[in-house]
């Protein structure tokens, strides 16, 4: 088994809602990223994966669809609120929390047909959420 990882970093904005902490307030963060893949067996050119592929569809993909984006709950009020004031929501299953936002990039690279090990997010430098299936 070989295993390659390429980070990523974008800005977002997110709340927790029904939340107490100080986290339930409109607040943003720099994200880093690690979205490692595994694979059997190395490609003709003795890779697991071309870095630059994965950068051409995962980071694209962050650039377009993340990065500077809010993310909020479905049921948050704030979410319809910005929607009709023009602002590009993602809307989120549960809380947008670092650990959802793990399992959202996790699915997405999965979409893509590339075989994801994990993804580790760090919302700060000292605080990272990790997705990956068993
Ligand atoms: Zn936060």
């Known amino acids: ?5 390429r980070d ?5 904005g997110h709340r927790l809602y ?3 902490g ?5 607040h943003g963060h720099n994200a880093e990223v690690r ?3 595994a694979v059997d067996k190395l490609n003709e050119q003795d890779m697991a994966l071309d870095f630059a592929s994965l950068k051409e569809t995962v980071g ?26 023009g602002e ?5 299953d549960g809380n947008p929390t670092a650990e959802r936002l793990a399992a959202l990039i996790y699915d997405y690279v999965r979409s893509r047909g590339l075989n994801v090990a994990r993804v580790d ?12 299936e068993q």
């Open 88 to 92: 590009p929501v993602v809307v989120v």
């Open 22 to 26: 100080k986290c339930r307030r409109l």
């Open 1 to 5: 088994m070989f295993t390659v990882a």
């Open 18 to 20: 029904r939340y107490e």
């Open 121 to 132: 997010f760090w919302e700060t430098k000292n605080c990272r959420a990790t997705y990956f």
């Open 8 to 12: 990523f970093s974008f800005s977002y």
């Open 60 to 85: 694209k993909w962050i650039d377009e669809q993340l990065d500077h984006r809010v993310f909020l709950a479905k049921d948050d009020p704030l979410a319809q609120t910005l929607l009709d004031a």
């Open 35 to 37: 979205v490692e893949i």
